[in-house]
């Protein structure tokens, strides 16, 4: 008798599957190159016909560098294939930042928007454009119906959208918290994390993200500490350090290294 | 002095004192002459006649110059177009005297001296303008006073007399003024808008009003210009549709292309959005439409099949197009890499189809992620004078420095111009670090100043990496 639900859940869930994929092919996806982490996706990997929310914490949520940077690392992979469209309300994204990274800022479109609508509008613009391979906005959480317009636009060509959870200027502390687009993928929430010493002891070594995947649909929830891969090794932009199963953070050295 | 038409029917004339005005008119209502708006009013009455032809000169403090070469087949003639135009000018309580001659200098003589709305036939300037006074030709004010004293009252007199004498009694100015009143000297107009071929033109029987019909004729008048463009293998970057209102208001609504184009459809896709400014008011009768920056476009352009076989600039430009015109020019670019070691300065912000830049940054010069747009201060510890900081507080909030890097040091450049002897001296040298404090945030802080200089070196924060 169990096993025989089991199976009718099975078929029911194929059938689900098979109502949700519509006529389309298997969307192709954007992996990390690491099982562990790709493990928790049900593609094996980041959906490109899908949107995506990414939070910082803490500070972050204003001032929202690390997330920034994770985003400009994550989209490296695809910048060869399109254009990348950057929707935001304020200009201190700062293009060389993101080439230290290895993205080339030459298929870089920057938009400056007036107002949250207007944001969210051209990030659906962008996004339904043949050749625009993503585009990240940076907006407050969106509605429910302004995450659905989203998905759709993703969905008319492929496009990889990112929406950068960011406060305005000065504006309070937990608010827009509180709706989250549950039409989006996934969630993330990065925020920044000590490194060890490089090799040679001189300077910072590669930066590290304490990376949370919060929630993604059909897939499970994980935590990581990720640090940047040098552009010329491999094709992944993302080394994994170490898996979190709980707060064991890497290990803290205090004391301040000069540099000559 | 200048008087209307009620007062020239009470004996009132322009060369009066206004003394003897109001003696002879003891109500009469004065106002003193404001130079200014007379020339506004000019310029919108310029603006105006662009529904003629677009070329319009202004000329002096009171006359405009329309070329309207190839544009009166529009009215059905040119006697037609005079009449309108002065009918209208009217209407509106702008009384006119017009004239169409083949020269500036012949219309401007018939008229301000000749009969109204008259029209010198082609190649008839002599006869046209020879019994006109000679005031009539735009002379200097001492030849003008001088002609008539010696008996020469017409135009046509002086036509009769020997040029080298003519010129040499009452200046170069007069027979050049003559020659080209017949045409047989150039005369430049400085016209309002630069004169261009590529505009057109559409009138309504009756005048339109309804936002659809805005819309549909935006797209008309588009249609004809871009199959003009198409005919000749152009196309054009900018254009301007121009509604003019019953009441002589005219409404521009602009649409910039990032690359050349004459798709009408996509064209019209752009304006509609904006004609919301567009007032109609008692209803719109003309709209006329200009294309600039027109260039040669190959034809082959438009044929390439949107799906497959095209660049990513050729996909990309309807999007660009979109957010220009929806966003401002200044809201939409690409930051390409500008040769200056001064953070701020290090990034030029370009359309973002434009060929790529050359320069690059240097990658063994990290750079942070989000530059402020102008440095915080922040308050910072330091162990040795030329060490970076032990702690720093920002925001309110204090980071204790786990590692560092640095300096680099990033002096102003003194060679560009604006930069002032107290831009460049050492207290305006900023040694930048890279730090992470103890949750692995980096920072990128910069002291500006050296120590043992009079003022003390101060603390900035101007970047966040991560």
């Keep these: 008798m169990a096993g025989s639900r089991e199976a009718r859940l099975a078929a029911l869930r194929g059938q689900i599957a098979a109502i949700e994929a519509g006529t389309r092919t298997p969307t192709p996806v954007l992996p990390f190159g690491d099982p562990a982490i790709d493990g928790c996706f049900p593609g094996g990997g980041l959906p490109l016909g899908g949107w995506h929310e990414v939070t910082g914490a803490g500070l972050e949520a204003e001032t929202s560098a690390a997330p920034a940077a994770f985003v400009g690392l994550l989209l490296r992979p695809l910048v060869k294939t399109g254009a990348i469209v950057w929707v935001a309300r304020r200009s201190d994204l700062f293009a060389p930042g993101l080439f230290g990274l290895g993205f080339p800022a030459d298929r870089l479109i920057q938009v400056r928007t007036r107002d949250e609508a207007e944001t969210l509008s051209v990030l659906e613009d962008a996004l339904s454009t043949q050749g625009v391979v ?127 | 002095m200048a008087v209307d038409e009620t007062a020239r029917a009470l004996g009132l004339s322009v060369d009066q004192k206004a003394a003897d005005a109001m003696a002879l008119v003891p109500s009469l209502v004065t106002f003193d002459h404001d130079a200014a708006a007379d020339r506004m009013a000019l310029e919108a009455l310029c603006d105006w006649c662009v529904r003629f032809s677009p070329a319009v000169a202004i000329d002096g403090t009171d006359g405009l110059f329309l070329d309207i070469s190839g544009t009166d087949h529009l009215w059905g003639g040119e006697g037609e177009m005079l009449v309108d135009l002065v009918a209208r000018l009217a209407r509106w309580g702008v009384p006119a005297r017009a004239a169409i001659a083949d020269t500036p200098g012949a219309a401007w003589a018939l008229a301000r001296y000749g009969d109204d709305l008259a029209i010198a036939a082609p190649d008839q300037q002599r006869t046209a303008i020879e019994g006109l006074p000679v005031a009539a030709l735009r002379l200097e004010d001492a030849a003008e006073a001088q002609l008539p004293r010696l008996g020469l009252h017409r135009v046509g007199q002086l036509f009769a007399l020997p040029r080298a004498q003519l010129a040499k009694r009452f200046g170069l100015a007069t027979t050049l003024r003559l020659d080209q009143a017949l045409g047989m000297a150039a005369e430049a107009l400085t016209f309002r808008r630069p004169a261009s071929p590529w505009f057109d033109r559409l009138a309504f029987f009756e005048p339109i009003s309804a936002p659809d019909d805005l819309a549909r004729v935006a797209g008309d008048a588009l249609a004809l210009i871009c199959q003009r463009l ?217 002291r500006q100043g050296l120590f043992g200089e009079a003022e003390a070196p101060k603390w900035w924060i101007h970047g966040l990496f991560s």
């Design chain 2, 230 to 446: 198409e005919a000749e293998g152009r196309g054009a970057k900018r254009f301007e549709v121009v509604f003019h209102r019953l009441d002589g208001q005219a409404y521009p609504v602009r649409a910039g292309l990032a690359r050349l184009g004459r798709d009408a459809g996509r064209l019209t896709k752009l304006i509609v959005p904006k004609l919301d400014k567009v007032d109609p008011g008692f209803g719109i009768e003309v709209v006329t439409v200009h294309a600039w920056a027109v260039e040669p476009l190959a034809a082959a352009q438009d044929r390439l099949d949107a799906q497959a076989g095209t660049s990513l600039d050729e996909t990309l430009a309807p999007l660009v197009d979109r957010l220009v015109n929806r966003l401002g020019e200044n809201r939409v670019w690409r930051a390409d890499p500008y040769e200056s070691h001064v953070p701020e300065r290090s990034v030029i912000r370009n359309a973002p189809l434009d060929p790529p830049a050359a320069a690059r940054w240097d990658p063994d010069r990290p750079r942070p992620v989000r530059l402020f747009k102008r440095p915080e201060a922040i308050t910072a510890i330091a162990k040795l004078p030329d060490d970076p900081p032990m702690q720093f507080t920002w925001r309110g909030r204090p980071h204790r420095v786990r590692r560092a890097e640095g300096p680099e040091r990033i002096g102003q450049e003194w060679w560009r111009a604006g930069v002032g002897e107290e831009d460049t001296g050492p207290g305006k040298i900023r040694d930048y670090y890279r730090v992470e404090d103890d949750v692995g945030g980096r920072f990128w802080i910069y």
């Design chain 1, 134 to 260: 993503a585009a990240v906005g940076e907006a407050e959480a969106p509605d429910l119906t302004a995450g659905r317009r989203l998905q759709l636009a993703c969905e008319k060509r492929g496009g990889f959208g990112v929406v950068l959870h960011r406060r305005p200027y000065g504006g309070r502390a937990g608010a827009g918290r509180a709706v989250s687009g549950s039409a989006s993928f996934s969630r993330w929430r990065i925020g920044p994390t000590p490194t060890p010493p490089p090799a040679d002891d001189i300077g910072l070594g590669p930066p590290r993200w304490r990376v949370e995947l919060e929630r993604c649909r059909g897939g499970r929830a994980g935590a990581w500490i990720l640090e940047q891969q040098e552009a010329g090794h491999g094709p992944h932009p993302f080394r994994l350090v170490s898996q979190l199963a709980d707060h064991d953070v890497a290990p803290t050295e205090p004391g301040l290294r000069l540099v000559g």
